[in-house]
């Protein structure tokens, strides 16, 4: 992403570089910022136009704080914040940003729109972590978080959960990248997870008793014998009907069970008939997803009339 700058006076100067280290549009606005404040003389006073009224709003709002304050604050992109006033207060600058309407039609807008644009066939550019440094910065492979620290620290924790998750042997047969995006993952989870805002053990019983099925994990006689193969055998047949062997589809094929499996199915189906109103009112904006449920419900009927 292109940051650019233009200076109109008192001498006229251009600037644009190529930002590739977590490019947005609002970092690269407030790098701009930074690299004009640096380009400033000591005790200037200074009229910023940028068009993010956000900025101007932090900013306004930071003018007031000391950096001991700014430092303590939870904002997106604080290392940066701070970096900005220590400039300021440095160069002894004052500095007032005005708001300046986006891709408007004025004549140094224009210019700094295109130097943005030309800016990406430019070299990256490179800003020395230690300069974002500030008494307690926390980082992350030796670079500063740009986030806020707990968010931050939120979805590095999500993310090495997920990545220990599918790295089990359990996972194996959903570890393709064509399966993954045959997954509606939010549905899944929400139906594992069913009641998010119980946290007790009879829950934790019920979510891991989900997790077993999901996972053809249940401790039938095949998972047994791989388990403990000196207690049990893998002769043996299904106590219920002696005919075959006691695995996770003979359980829903066996026709021993065949009603208690229509009342189970029944059941499940009511089940998740309810599941699915919920998240069809809590999913109300997209019309997709209650579609999608639809057809969860529909496939779910399919064997059932066909009996
Ligand atoms: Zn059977």
Redesign the pocket.
């Known amino acids: 992403m292109g940051s650019a700058f233009l200076i109109s006076g008192p001498k006229k100067f251009e600037f644009n570089v190529n930002i590739t280290d977590n490019p947005l549009a609002f970092k690269a606005e407030l790098i701009a910022i930074i690299l004009v404040l640096l380009v400033c003389l000591k005790d200037a006073n200074i009229t910023i136009y940028v068009d993010a009224q956000a900025i101007i709003n932090i900013f306004n709002q930071l003018k007031k704080e000391s950096l001991q304050q700014i430092s303590r604050g939870k904002r997106q992109y604080n290392a940066w914040w701070i970096l900005s006033f220590k400039i300021i207060k440095f160069f002894n600058l004052t500095v007032l940003l005005v708001k300046v309407k986006a891709h408007d039609n004025s004549e140094y807008n224009n210019v700094v729109d295109k130097l943005a644009k030309e800016a990406l066939n430019n070299d990256p550019v490179f800003i020395d972590p230690r300069l974002l440094m500030y008494k307690g910065n926390v980082c992350w492979n030796h670079n500063p978080i740009e986030k806020e620290v707990t968010i931050m620290i939120k979805h590095i924790r999500e993310t090495q959960w997920i990545e220990e998750f599918f790295n089990l042997h359990r996972n194996d047969c959903w570890n393709n990248s064509e399966m993954l995006t045959e997954i509606d993952w939010s549905s899944t989870f929400r139906v594992l997870k069913g009641n998010t805002k119980l946290t007790n053990f009879s829950e934790h019983e019920l979510n891991s008793f989900k997790v077993k099925i999901w996972t053809e994990e249940l401790p039938t006689l095949d998972n047994l014998v791989k388990r403990k193969p000196h207690v049990y055998s893998s002769k043996w047949k299904?106590p219920?009907?002696l005919?075959?062997k006691e695995t996770y589809t003979?359980l829903w094929k066996?026709?021993?069970?065949g009603q208690v499996n229509r009342n189970v199915k029944l059941a499940d189906l009511e089940h998740q008939k309810g599941i699915n109103a919920k998240m069809k009112k809590s999913a109300n904006k997209s019309k997709l997803v209650a579609n999608k449920l639809d057809k969860i419900v529909f496939h779910d009927m399919s064997p059932l009339t066909s009996r």
């Open positions: 299904y219920m009907c005919k075959d003979h066996c026709e021993h069970l």
